[in-house]
Nanobody, 114 residues
């Protein structure tokens, strides 16, 4: 499975951004797609995940501001981020898990600055 994340860029505080993660390869039912983020010198942290049946889970900081979704026909996951704060600036990575295997995309940079 290969993952391609996109949608990062520069956004002002209070603004919004929509990230996408396109998966390719052999996809089985029952998989999990998720977003993680990482800043220099820090460990990668969980942001949100979405199951193949649409169930979701969020990190505490993401609840109410971020919305994760997926289009199974397009094998694509999205992360709608609203009311962005400077502390949301990071490289956002997408993750795909199925049948005990975990795959990572290359990440997309989100910068939050005025």
């Amino acid at each position: 499975v290969q993952l391609q994340a996109s949608g990062g860029g520069l956004v002002q505080p209070g603004g919004f951004r929509r990230l996408s993660c396109a998966a390719s390869g052999i996809i089985f039912a029952g998989n999990v797609m998720g977003w993680y983020r990482q800043t220099p010198g820090n460990q990668r942290e969980f942001v949100a995940l979405v199951l193949s049946n649409g169930g979701t889970n969020y990190a505490t900081f993401a609840g109410g501001r971020f919305t994760v979704s997926r289009d199974n026909t397009q094998k694509t996951m999205y992360l709608q981020m609203n009311d962005l704060k400077p502390e949301d600036a990071a490289v956002y990575h997408c993750n795909f898990q199925q049948r005990g295997q975990s795959y990572w995309g290359q990440g997309t940079q989100v910068t939050v600055s005025s």
